[in-house]
């Protein structure tokens, strides 16, 4: 009997080591302190070499598109985001050492993506169908990363040797471009050099306005900024040449409020006034990269172009989250770099350097940091739920597209 019992016990410890071993084998993460310091990825898809940069990763249904590359060709390629499966690949002739796509307009319902491509007297925008990849048309239009989307057209900035960049519309059912306007700010006194300038179109009581931004240059490294606001369809200035000290950049219309998004931060403008009742300035100087209306918050992120990394408050680049209906910050990340992010219940992914994070907006508190071996320079971010709730995380590096599991 006492070996028998003996007998039994010791397979019973067998088999809870043996289940202990396989939970472990199983499992795809390790914590630190509460933090995910490193994850196996669901999939990941490798490319040849540096891929297509595009920012931010457009997405629909189950679908994701990305950047690629072959046999030297920069691509795009469209990927299932649960499985990695791809779809669809397009491949372009573009001559450099790295292409980067931003600024497009993607339309999830209408299944096309716009973008521009191309070297300097050289450039065209392409519309591409999403469902197959297939080119739906090309138009030469000398203009890089200015595409402003509104309903059936878009504007951008044509780069010119004349005087002033002017701003051009765009049928997005042809392709048909057509001068729209270029402003009549004179030149800086003491540096006579082009004046360049770019609509970023809103809708107000059901008409269409564009905030007009412009950057008058002072000097090579240097320059003043202005807007104006027009009436999109009869062109008319409500506001001219009016000062700013960071360039517009951005308008969104949220919970019926204007949004004006600049270098430093940015501004809710009162049409009936026709002046911002809100200002909140986040950095000295900086570039806008993205903005995210998420519940009751803002998540902003902010680069700044300082050549010591830091603005004159010690602040870096920096992802910004903000309560909306105060108005104040509630937290900062800061990082070497701000590429565009995603978030997914209450957490925000985002990639910066060669490091893939994730923090609780409600806390501001990181919740996943870990360096996959191997990354080199890494882009932006995507988030996806299926109906099951099994979430996803898609980003990539200069090798391969990986998916990871959300929090």
Known sequence: MKIKLLFFLGIFIINSISCIQEDTEQSNTCLENGVIVCQEPLWKVPFEDLPTAIYPYPQFDNKIIVGTNKAGKFGLRCMEIETGNVI???????????????????????KFLIFSLG??????????????GEILWESAIETFTSISAFGDHYYCTVRSTGDVHPIYKVDIATGQAAFYYETDLPPAPDYNAQRSNWACPFEYNGKEYLFIGIMQMTSPNSANYYYSLMDANTQERLLKHVPIESVVEKVDVYDEDIYVFTGNGYKVFNMETLTFEKEIKLLDRGEYVYHIFYKDKLLLGLDYYGLD??????????????????HTKQYGIDNINVNPASVMDDVLYFVSGDTYYAYNINTGKCVLKFDPSGWETSFCTATYKNTKGEKFVVLGDTKHTYCYEGI
């Open 88 to 110: 669809w690949e397009l491949f372009f002739d573009h001559i450099g050492e790295y292409l980067i796509i931003r600024d497009t307009y993607f339309n999830a319902e209408q």
């Open 119 to 132: 070297n300097w007297g050289q450039t065209k925008h392409i519309k591409l169908d999403i469902n197959n």
């Open 309 to 326: 990394g830091y603005d004159d408050n010690g602040q870096s680049h920096t992802h910004f989250i903000i309560d909306v209906n105060t």
